[in-house]
């Protein structure tokens, strides 16, 4: 039984936060993490009790083949593309962290702008090399695809990079990017 593999904890818990609890909607915290055998397989697994309806929730994610070195923050995952989350997923993760950017708060701005970049560094990795756009399969996810049905020419490499070098010049403009 293979589970789809969780490249970082930032990645997991991104993964985490972006699915509420089944049962009632809310969304979970204090997760416990720990390794697991499923069926002679080791998985990374995360449990919790939700806040909301008392329901345990568990999450089994597959280890990567090898273990991404530690680097600043996020550190959601290698050059390979994620496989727990869509592109759809990534790009509205670096427009929700965008959108709330304080003006005065320089530290939280960098950690905010640094999540963006991050993320829409993600959605670059689902673009094969000599393609310029993300491909329909890298879209799995409901919430994937009306991020990009809502405005397709978002995942086009040429905008991908602007954005993210946007985030990246604003990130440094903090001082802490």
């Known amino acids: 039984m ?4 969780a490249r970082t904890r930032d990645e997991a818990h991104l993964y985490l936060e972006l699915n509420p609890c089944d049962d009632c909607g809310s969304a979970a915290t204090g997760w416990e993490h720990g390794l697991a055998d499923v069926e002679g397989e ?4 995360y449990v919790t009790v939700c806040p909301g309806c008392g329901t345990e929730l568990e999450f ?6 090898r273990e991404t070195g530690p680097g600043p923050f996020p550190n959601f995952g290698g050059p390979e593309p ?5 592109a759809g997923q990534w790009l509205q993760t670096a427009n929700d962290a965008a959108g709330v950017v304080p003006v005065d708060d320089q530290a939280e701005a960098a950690r905010l702008l640094a999540i963006a970049r991050a993320a829409v560094e993600e959605v670059v990795k689902f673009i094969q090399p000599g393609q310029d756009a993300v491909p329909d399969d890298a879209f799995w ?9 809502t405005e397709p020419g ?4 040429e905008r991908l990079l602007v954005v993210r070098d946007t985030y990246r010049a604003l990130g440094t403009e903090t001082g802490v990017n």
């Open 2 to 5: 293979p589970f789809a593999v």
């Open 42 to 45: 080791l998985v990374a697994s």
């Open 60 to 65: 089994l994610f597959g280890l990567p083949e």
């Open 82 to 86: 994620s496989e727990i989350l869509d």
């Open 141 to 149: 996810t409901e919430d994937g695809r009306r991020v990009r049905d």
């Open 154 to 157: 978002r995942f086009r490499l």
